[in-house]
């Protein structure tokens, strides 16, 4: 990886890619630290937890959320509203037929897209300074300053949001990567320095405060994030390929076909889409505590206890979903009857397996298996700091979530580096 980025800086036009795409992340770094007025930050530090929805926000906006800054939704409207999108174009004929235009219709579902976003940001602002407004941090809520101060923050929410979907579509098409992913790389990696100072405390405690603990667990646990980061590198990379075979057929005097393929099948095919929409579901429990007081009926302080990030059943609960979604979201992704039609159609077939009804179900059986593995890795990825933090008595912020993207981006920026400067080698034909 460093090696492609060094080689990649010696060329002059990815040099200039890569330097524009460092300078929208330095702007969005500092619209970050911008605080909207009329909030204060420091009210809002005890109702952020680990795992929560709305730490799960925090960490998506990089501690801008946390600290209501300008950027504080980040791309979350856009993430909601482009998996919104993703799905109405599967239960939606115009939409469907929107998405097999070509270039003409993906320039018109991203502008629904982008105004789907505008819509989500504007609710999402309201519901942030309500939110404010109930935990006592908004400092007018009365009379005209009232209103004027309401308009502000929900004004300054929603510009900032759309203002981060702008940024990254000038890396789109001035830079390196894909813009909304390298935003929330760089969201993510901006906290690095809290998780080190964390566990530098911990090692604190170990040499002044005699919990020699610490002196294992703190190296035990960089050791595993290292491991966790080579498995998802391996599982990210890793896929099933099913071997094609095409019939030879004659054209006029020239002969075609023949040859042998395959259809790839990516084990880790739904990426962290699994953990987001569990994550989302299972922080409802959270959010309803922290807008009602649980002490106030016994019953209901039990119930919404149980889904406290470090417990069992919350990670009981975590898995199970996110192996439900998993085989969801790859149901949306592939068709097996339609896989098997194409194939049919271009005279391929599998060796051994009969076209029509068993192409399709053999693909079927294969996805299935396939999903499985990958759901379950990708469960094991988001419930080990649960476990970790559980049986180690430490806050680890070893997001599963964090560390997925973090990777997968970083192994898309890099395939792009080297796909570009194979283009740039690449003598052609004619030389």
Not at 35 to 60: A, C, H, M, N, R
Not at 292 to 312: C, H, M, Q, T
Not at 377 to 397: D, E, H, Q, R, S
Request: net charge positive; hydrophobic share 50%; with cysteine.
């Amino acid at each position: 990886m460093l090696e492609t980025i060094r080689n990649a800086w010696k060329v002059i036009d990815l040099r200039k890619k890569i330097i524009y795409t460092l300078m929208i992340i330095l702007v969005y770094r500092i619209g970050s630290a911008i605080p909207v007025p009329f909030l204060d930050s420091s009210v809002l530090g005890q109702f952020f937890t680990e795992g929560s929805f709305l730490g799960y926000l925090d960490i998506l906006s990089g501690g801008a959320f946390q600290n209501a800054t300008l950027f504080a939704l980040s791309i979350s409207p856009y993430i909601t509203s482009s998996i919104v999108i993703q799905l109405l174009t599967i239960a939606i004929p115009a939409l469907e037929a929107l998405s097999k235009e070509g270039a003409d219709g993906r320039k018109k579902l991203n502008k629904i897209t982008r105004y789907t976003t505008l819509g989500l940001a504007l609710l999402q602002s309201i519901a942030y300074y309500i939110m404010n407004r109930n935990y006592r941090a908004v400092k007018y809520t009365e009379g005209f300053s009232g209103v004027f101060a309401a308009l502000c923050i929900i004004l300054c929410f929603t510009a900032g949001a759309l203002l981060v979907v702008w940024l990254g579509e000038q890396i789109d098409k001035n830079g390196i990567g894909n813009g909304i992913s390298m935003i929330l790389f760089a969201g993510i990696i901006s906290r690095g320095p809290s998780t080190v100072n964390m566990m530098l405390q911990y090692w604190e405690l170990a040499s002044k405060g005699g919990q020699t603990q610490y002196y294992f667990l703190v190296p035990g646990v960089i050791i595993l994030f290292l491991v966790v980061i080579m498995a998802i590198v391996v599982m990210t990379n890793a896929e099933r390929r099913i071997p094609v075979q095409y019939a030879k057929r004659v054209v006029g005097r020239k002969m075609y076909g023949g040859q042998s393929s395959y259809i790839p099948i990516k084990v880790m095919m739904s990426g962290v889409m699994p953990i987001i929409f569990a994550g989302a579901l299972l922080s409802i429990p959270s959010m309803v505590k922290n807008f009602i007081d649980p002490n106030a009926e016994r019953l209901v302080g039990k119930i919404l206890g149980a889904f406290d990030y470090n417990s069992w059943v919350y990670a009981i609960l975590y898995l199970i979903l996110i192996i439900a979604f998993n085989y969801f979201y790859v149901a949306v992704q592939y068709n097996p009857v339609e896989m098997a039609n194409n194939l049919r159609k271009n005279s391929g077939a599998i060796p051994g397996i009969r076209p029509g009804k068993p192409t399709s179900d053999f693909i079927s059986r294969v996805i299935s298996k396939i999903t499985l593995v990958g759901a379950l890795f990708i469960a094991a990825i988001a419930i080990l700091p649960i476990i970790m933090g559980n049986v180690a008595k430490m806050n680890i912020a070893l997001g599963g979530t964090s560390i997925i993207i973090v990777v997968g981006v970083a192994l898309d920026t890099v395939r792009q580096l080297e796909s570009q400067m194979m283009m740039r080698h690449y003598k052609g034909f004619l030389e």
